[in-house]
């Protein structure tokens, strides 16, 4: 589920469907859920506050830096680009 991902190469499947326990800053009623959709939401989450900081950047009329991902890829050391799927 988090293949290509190399900070969480060491969770297990075991790992992923952990449940996990915790309360919102905006609502304190305790949630449980598994670890998998939390990790998922944490990566999608991010990804909306670095458009913000780009269209910020942007609009001071500096050269906000890249936000492609496959670029991003790219330019990683081999060491910690993602490997490939197999089978």
Known sequence: RLQGMPQFKELTDTDLDATIHYSALTNPAP???????ALFH?????????GQVHAMISQTGAEAPPLDLIQY??????RDRPKPVTG
Do not use: G
Request: proline letters at 14%; aromatic letters at 10%.
């Open 73 to 78: 890829l790219r330019e990683l050391p081999d």
């Open 42 to 50: 944490l990566f999608n989450h991010q990804t909306h506050h670095r």
């Open 31 to 37: 949630i449980t859920q598994p670890l998998w959709p």
